[in-house]
């Protein structure tokens, strides 16, 4: 009996009707398999993974091959997303045994959920030089059945190596400005001056660098910094990576030129280039970054957004051609016979010139994904804006990708960051109303009646699965960014409730942090990574977070917990700033304060909201920002902060150190770095 049919998992539904016997990660398939003194096979993945699905085809869904696994072994199914410390603990143990990992993640556990054999994908027959899953499944029964010693002795091996693995970065000092020049130097390394971004293919959208260079750059005027920002930025918003008729950004490019990308577009990758586009605009004033922000946030809003208000985890890559088949990409690529199918030949060819479509194609079969030109000279942008059109309209003819409606906590957290401070920017009120209903969301589902967060939620129910340290980091920067744009104490209000658990149920000696609570699940090693990967880590999102707070409450806890978290950033800043980008972010607003900006002055007042803006557009490393009525009480900050000559006054504050307040928005400007 297949066992996932009642599970909230959109990516474990997928395989409700597989004929292996699938359970979910739990006690009850660990005691099965020690019932029965069988392995357990332990499959991970998410719903939007092109080569999971490839796997299930060929192999889960074949009945030989679920029969096979019925007998021999007990099958566990695990959602990356919805159980990422399952996932980080047996991917380390991936890549130590081989050197690399990746989804699907195949893993062979003893009962007593110690792993002894690993692989990612495994084809259903052998080819280029990998066994067959088939070969792999009698392999490992084999082992398990006559060579139990030798399969006991790895398992046992592997779980002291990795359960002898433990940071101690906490408390051993703050990075200073000769690691974050290190961290700068390091960079300059890696970067590709050719088609920006940093190292070779495949290449993943750097939005934690972009905002470590934006945010060094406003400090200490470094143009290099900037223009590698820029040049990124701007490379990636040109080429296939990002989705030039609706907006959005694919997951990564298999090349490096950003030419084709994988076609899964992830929640949390357009959160943070939304706000990465929206800051480089901030700081140069770039029309480009702009198009790009708002694009990508409208694309979240309408492609994203669920019923209840929140943002959903992911778009797939595959989608139906038409055919019956489910291909990558399907839904994207153009040929010049479809192009002239919709737009007729002249508008067509001219189409074609400018995106880059050609008969030879740029992807597969001769489909090209569409590019924007290098230096194209002057365009007919009406002619164009016109063709675009036409293009998305036939394309919402097409059969739609399909979407992981799961709302991830810490995703949402960085949604909510990015559009409200989008909105801000932008004067889009509407962006920041769902960034409102999505913060809602969290508090009323994810935090419900209880005084922990829920890791997710799908139709307005909440998982069953404890939040892990990004959620608490990301939500409660998600919250700050809020209390910043709307001027609504509350939100830093749940920003400290959940910070305190942080300090209280995820920290180690010295201040380290864990990835889950101290209370969690017990797994063979305690979850702990600090390394920025596609997302920030849990480590440096609450660092982040346990800044901003400190400087808006005073909060020496909050603070000295910061600067201990930050300790890991001084040893691996300088070594290897690339995976370590929202850390490098966070010291720079260390360093710089933050600076604490305080309005105050009536709602109403037009005065009043010159001097918000003012700030919100401010480019000083990390600010925080609070607005209310003179001497309020909605945020510690506008405490004794009267109005000056009866007008709307902005205070600044850092390192214990107040300038005279002012109520000239120019000067407040430059006061923060604004341009």
Not at 48 to 62: I, K, L, R
Not at 490 to 514: K, M, N, P, Q, S
Not at 550 to 565: C, D, I, L, V
Request: include cysteine; glycine fraction near 10%; charged fraction near 25%.
């Amino acid at each position: 009996m297949n066992r996932l049919a009642g599970v909230t998992s959109p990516y474990l539904l997928q395989h409700a009707d597989n004929p292996v016997d699938w359970w979910p990660w739990g006690a009850e398939a660990f005691e099965e398999a020690r019932r029965r003194d069988v392995p357990v096979l332990l499959s991970v993945g998410y719903s939007a993974c092109h080569w999971c699905h490839v796997m299930a085809h060929e192999s889960f869904e074949d009945d030989a091959t679920g029969a096979y696994l019925n007998e021999h072994f007990v099958s566990v199914k695990v959602d990356r997303e919805e159980r990422p410390d399952v996932d980080a603990v047996y991917m380390e143990a991936v890549q130590a045994a081989t050197g690399h990992g990746g989804w699907p993640m195949t893993v062979f556990l003893t009962p007593d959920a110690e792993p002894f054999y690993f692989g990612t994908y495994f084809p259903p027959e052998p080819r280029h030089g990998m066994p067959s899953f088939r070969q792999v499944l009698e392999g490992v029964a084999a082992a398990w059945r006559d060579r139990r010693d030798e399969v006991d002795e790895v398992a046992g091996n592997i779980v002291r190596e990795l359960s002898g693995r433990s940071l101690a970065h906490g408390g051993d000092g703050v990075p200073g400005e000769s690691e974050l020049a290190q961290a700068l130097l390091g960079l300059t390394r890696d970067y590709d001056e050719r088609h920006g971004g940093f190292g070779g293919a495949p290449k993943f959208p750097p939005s934690m660098v972009v905002e470590f260079l934006l945010r060094h750059h406003a400090r200490t005027g470094s143009e290099g910094a900037l223009q590698m920002a820029a040049d990124t930025c701007e490379a990636m918003a040109r080429g296939g990576l990002y989705d030039q008729l609706g907006g959005g950004f694919a997951r990564y490019s298999v090349d490096r030129a950003w030419v084709v990308p994988h076609f899964e577009k992830m929640l949390y990758d357009n959160a943070l280039l939304c706000r990465a586009y929206t800051h480089l605009w901030r700081a140069t004033g770039s029309d480009l970054a702009r198009r790009v922000a708002l694009e990508t946030a409208d694309f979240m809003v309408r492609e994203l957004r669920t019923p209840e208000g929140g943002f959903a985890s992911a778009l797939d890559a595959d989608s139906d051609d038409g055919t019956g088949r489910h291909v990558e990409g399907a839904y994207y690529v153009w040929t010049p016979a479809r192009l002239r199918e919709v737009l007729g030949e002249d508008d067509a060819a001219y189409a074609a010139r400018f995106y880059g479509v050609t008969e030879e194609g740029t992807f597969e079969e001769g489909a090209s994904v569409l590019q924007l030109p290098q230096g194209a000279g002057v365009v007919d942008a009406e002619r164009l804006d016109r063709i675009r059109r036409r293009l998305l309209a036939a394309r919402e003819e097409r059969a739609r990708p399909g979407r992981d409606d799961k709302v991830v906590a810490a995703w949402n957290g960085l949604a909510v960051a990015a559009l409200a401070e989008t909105g801000a920017c932008f004067d889009r009120p509407d962006l920041v109303e769902r960034a409102t209903e999505a913060a809602d969301l969290l508090v009323r589902v994810h935090l419900g009646e209880g005084a922990r967060l829920a890791r997710t939620s799908k139709d307005g129910r909440a998982g069953a699965n404890a939040g892990v340290l990004e959620d608490y980091g990301d939500v409660a920067e998600g919250f700050l960014a809020l209390a910043a744009v709307t001027g609504e104490g509350v939100w830093l209000e749940f920003a400290g409730f959940l910070l305190d658990i942080v300090l209280d149920r995820f920290r180690g000696e010295g201040g380290t942090l864990y990835d889950t609570a101290h209370d969690a699940e017990p797994l063979i090693r305690r979850p702990q990574d600090p390394t920025d990967n596609a997302a920030p880590s849990g480590w440096t999102a609450a660092a982040g977070a346990l800044l901003s707070y400190a400087a808006h409450t005073g909060s020496e806890a909050h603070r000295t917990a910061a600067e201990q978290a930050l300790g890991v950033v001084k040893a691996l800043g300088p070594r290897a700033p690339r995976f370590v980008g929202w850390g490098l972010a966070v010291a720079e607003a260390l360093l710089d304060g933050p600076r604490e900006v305080a309005v105050a002055g009536p709602a109403d007042d037009a005065a009043t909201r010159a001097l918000h803006r003012a700030a919100l557009l401010g480019t000083a490393p990390g600010a925080v920002v609070a607005v209310g009525e003179p001497d309020g009480d909605e945020f510690p900050l506008l405490r004794d902060r009267p109005l000056v000559d009866g007008r709307p006054a902005a205070y600044v504050c850092r390192h214990f150190t107040c300038d005279a307040p002012t109520t000239d928005p120019e000067r407040l400007a430059r006061q923060l770095g604004g341009h």
